[in-house]
Each structure stands twice: as C-alpha cells, then as structure tokens.
C-alpha cells in the first residue's frame, strides 16, 4: 500500500508531525528527511539531524515509516538502539 503525501506542506499523509517542506524533504521533530530515487527507480530516504555545530547524517532506510521509527527511537533512547 503506497501513501500519499500533502502537497500543502502542512502534513503529509497520516504520519504524525510530519512535514513537508519541498518535493524532496521533509521535516520532523528537528530531523529532516531526504527523499531521493535511485537508478532503478526505486525511492530511498536519507535521516539528518540539524545542531549548532552542523548536520549529522543519522542513516539510509527504504521506507518513510522505518526513517521515522528510527527518528523517534533516537528521541526516546538518545541512541539508535534500546538498552536491554
């Protein structure tokens, strides 16, 4: 199942807090996503966090939702991964 995302700018599909700043970013939660397609035509989103000493790249994922469920394990954790 494809989602659709607002061209309005002020959500996109029914993620949460999700932003769309232009046709290829998008923005949550001080990350930003970076929607861009490969070669073969398949789409891949690159996780960036923005601070005052730069921008961290944070990771690739092929999916919007798996981008975002790594953004806000990053908010709960402060770490990619759960402490067990």
Do not use: C, P, W
């Amino acid at each position: 199942m494809k989602k659709r995302y607002s061209q309005h700018g002020s959500h996109a599909g029914n993620i949460t807090g999700l932003v769309k700043v232009n046709n290829h970013h998008y923005s949550r939660d001080g990350f930003t996503i970076r929607v861009s397609k490969r070669a073969n035509g398949e789409k891949v989103y690159y996780l960036y966090r923005h601070h005052e000493n730069g921008v961290n790249y944070l990771g690739m994922d092929f999916s919007m939702s798996d981008v975002i469920a790594t953004a806000i394990r990053i908010l709960n954790n402060g770490r990619f991964t759960t402490a067990r």
